[in-house]
């Protein structure tokens, strides 16, 4: 059985006067130990994916399976729960307690699973020397830097030892040589059995994954091979530009055929 | 395989199944709230400081007009004496007053042992009539010890009886020795304490300023109370030899004990009529002296508690529903600014009920925060009072009980709407927030 079950998923947006259908028929697994990339352009729906996949959000229709159970109709303080003991979230913006310890930071998801301070303090030191910041425990977040911050954010997902790890363009916010550390840190977790779901608008990110989903206007186009799904996925993006590129000298060019007077201050 | 083991146990590997293991999480889950209490309120101390204002009020209005009151109390006990059941005083000056006196009263000329005198001769229905002066703070001595910070009084024969201060040994001073001054004294049970330890005080030599007096008598152990000064720390002798020793300058305060079973009120009506005669009052002026009971004084003091209290209240309510609006409005500004905070706690696995807990809690610590203050500023106008104005204040226990109960109450009522706003927040759009 797959860890993760997608079963004509679909997320609607209801505003009143329009809908957003920002999922729309997702339907794919995921099993143990896969690192999958879930790749598309801003807008396509990816971060409403994660969400479900996350828990923290349920489908408008459609169910999830995780671990074989359907957890696409819980309650919040059940989705909650699930999260606690199965998720671990990694953010594009970090998301650390400012006024918390990096050890504080790790040992919260700990507080909300009701472990002894004791316990939690071993667990939150050992997930900190695992990203490799067992010297910097008693910083704050303001004291570390962006990929320090984010490997506290890694160990914070790591300390519960989940049964899946969500990352939400984890290096988007980070210069490319540390998005680069981050992304190694996320293979090595990976070999080492984890499970990881990698959301990214860059293919050339989702190339170093062993499997990549592509997801346009809330369908997934493509699924297979990281390499081959960030190709297919880098050609269109070019072919697009090059496309918008002729639609734009076009433009330009018929502007200045009906209006010569005008056309000089456009150019 | 081993996540198929895992999904078989989902939901049930939180400690939630038995009622033991829940209390305990529960409390655990407190003592994490209290840090994170702590640690958001240090992180916005000034702003903290002055939504708090109301409840800082509030409870220093309480706890400083509770010392006050319980100050006149306790300076009443003391300044009644023992005055009996049946008798009152008469003296210069109202028996309970606040700051100066109106320029009515400081005109008042002083009474005199001569008035007491007249008095008796008109008021003869009184079962006694008797003058007394005291003064404070005096040293009496014998070869060997010395006694400080003594009361004195100098009385008629009737001081014992009228003041309620038993003869416990020996003898008090009679009529003819209370006039003519004589050299003797009668000690109370404290300076006896301190200058006779070890030997038979009747009889034996004192020496209050530059004379030496016998001891002819031992007033009864009084046992004072613990705040106001020391009933048994005081000396009473003729006022005669008083007046030799102090000077004539002091206002006689006259004491009149009633016939046993008569009616008090009636003897107090004939007693200002008569005593105004005494003065040489004419109809149209207003009496000036005062007359105070142990029941007109408690009245007096009750009606002026009443009316501190009332204030009390109005003042006590109005703050703290400012600032209970106050707390109301510091946490919906926390929600408002922590809403990534809050959705990054529930992603985490936070439920809502801890959500709600937390945010309670720090309401509830905000406003407690409020009340210690109010309640050391309290206390600090408490001991300004009682050494720099000497009124006996006292900040009752319970008054402190009260008011850091009611701030509880308050963190908890205004607490809620914030803390529910919060655990209700979406995680996925509050983790969205900017
Ligand atoms: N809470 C919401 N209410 C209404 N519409 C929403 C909401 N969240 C997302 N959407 C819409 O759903 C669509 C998909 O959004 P989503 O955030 O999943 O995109 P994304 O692929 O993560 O984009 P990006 O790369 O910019 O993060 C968008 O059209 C978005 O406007
Ligand atoms: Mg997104």
Not at chain 2, 133 to 151: H, L, P, Y
Not at chain 2, 250 to 257: A, D, E, F, G
């Amino acid at each position: 059985m797959a860890l993760i079950e997608l079963q004509h998923i679909t997320k609607t947006y209801d505003l009143g006067l329009s809908k957003v259908h920002a999922l729309r028929d997702i339907d794919f697994n995921i099993e143990k130990g896969e690192f999958v990339a879930i790749v598309g352009q801003s807008g396509s729906g990816k971060s409403t994916l994660m969400n479900i996949l996350g828990c923290l959000d349920v489908p408008t229709t459609g169910a999830y399976l995780l671990g074989g159970r359907d957890v696409s109709t819980l309650a919040d303080d059940e989705l909650a729960d699930v999260r606690n003991l199965e998720i671990g979230f990694v953010f594009q913006s970090f998301q650390l307690l400012p006024r918390a310890s990096a050890l504080e930071n790790v040992e919260l998801p700990l507080i909300y699973r009701g472990v002894s301070p004791r316990e939690r303090r071993e667990k939150a030191k050992a997930a900190l020397d695992r990203v490799q910041l067992g010297d910097r425990t008693h910083h704050k977040p303001t004291e570390l830097s962006g990929g320090q911050r984010q490997r506290v954010a890694i160990a914070r997902a790591l300390v519960t030892d989940p049964s899946l790890l969500l990352a939400d363009e984890p290096t988007g916010n980070l210069d490319s040589a540390t998005g680069e550390d981050i992304i190694r840190l996320f293979l090595e977790l990976h070999a080492a059995g984890n499970t990881i779901v990698l959301v990214t608008h860059e293919p050339k990110l989702a190339a170093r994954c062993p499997r990549a989903v592509r997801v346009v206007d809330g369908l997934v186009v493509a699924d297979g091979e990281g390499q081959r799904v960030a190709f297919e996925n880098q050609r269109d993006i070019d072919a697009a530009a090059a496309a918008a590129l002729a639609a734009q000298q076009q433009m330009a060019s018929g502007l200045s055929q009906r209006e010569p007077g005008t056309g000089a201050h456009h150019g | 395989m081993s996540e198929l083991q895992r999904s078989s146990s989902f939901g049930t590997a939180r400690p939630q199944t038995g009622r033991v293991e829940r209390f305990l999480s529960a409390v655990g889950a407190r003592r994490d709230d209290l840090r994170l209490a702590l640690q958001s309120m240090f992180g916005h101390k000034l702003r903290a400081a002055l939504t708090l204002l109301g409840i800082v009020i509030g409870v220093f209005t309480v706890i400083s007009m509770m010392a006050l009151t319980q100050g006149l109390q306790n300076s009443m006990n003391q300044g009644m004496g023992g005055l009996g059941a049946n008798v009152f005083q008469i003296q210069k000056w109202p028996a309970v007053h606040f700051g100066p006196e109106s320029a009515a009263i400081q005109k008042r000329k002083n009474l005199t042992l001569a008035q007491a005198m007249a008095l008796r001769e008109s008021l003869p229905q009184a079962h006694q009539i008797g003058g007394e002066v005291w003064d404070f703070g005096k040293e009496v001595s014998t070869t060997e010890n010395v006694a400080q910070g003594i009361q004195v009084a100098g009385g008629t024969s009737e001081f014992f009886g009228n003041n309620s201060l038993p003869i416990g040994r020996g003898r008090g001073f009679g009529e003819s020795e209370a006039m003519s001054g004589g050299r003797v004294v009668v000690l109370g049970a404290g300076v006896v304490d301190s200058l006779f330890p070890d030997r038979e005080p009747i009889g034996a030599k004192v020496r209050l300023g530059h004379l030496e007096l016998e001891v002819i008598g031992i007033i009864e152990r009084q046992g004072g109370n613990p705040f106001g000064g020391n009933p048994d720390n005081l000396i009473a002798i003729p006022i005669g030899l008083f007046m030799e020793i102090y000077g004539t300058g002091r206002s006689v305060n006259i004491t009149v004990m009633a016939e046993s079973g008569s009616n008090l009120k009636r003897l107090m009506d004939q007693a200002t009529a008569a005593f105004r005669v005494v003065r040489g009052l004419s109809a149209d002026q207003d009496d000036d002296f005062d007359m105070y009971s142990n029941e007109t004084m408690q009245q007096t003091f009750d009606n002026l508690a009443d009316m501190v209290k009332m204030f009390m209240l109005a003042v006590c309510a109005l703050s703290l529903l400012v600032g209970g609006i106050g707390v109301m409005n510091i946490m919906l500004v926390a929600v408002a600014e922590r809403t990534r905070e809050i959705g990054l706690r529930k992603a985490l696995g936070a439920r809502r009920m801890r959500i709600l807990m937390q945010f309670i809690f720090e309401a509830v610590m905000l406003s407690l925060i409020g009340g210690f203050i109010g309640v050391g500023l309290g206390y600090a106008v408490s001991a300004v009072v009682r050494y720099g104005f000497t009124l006996p204040t006292e900040v009752p226990l319970w008054a402190v009980g009260l008011s850091l109960a009611v701030c509880t109450m308050i963190g908890l009522v205004f607490g809620i709407y914030p803390a529910a706003r919060a655990s209700k927040l979406d995680p996925a759009v509050a983790l969205r927030d900017e």
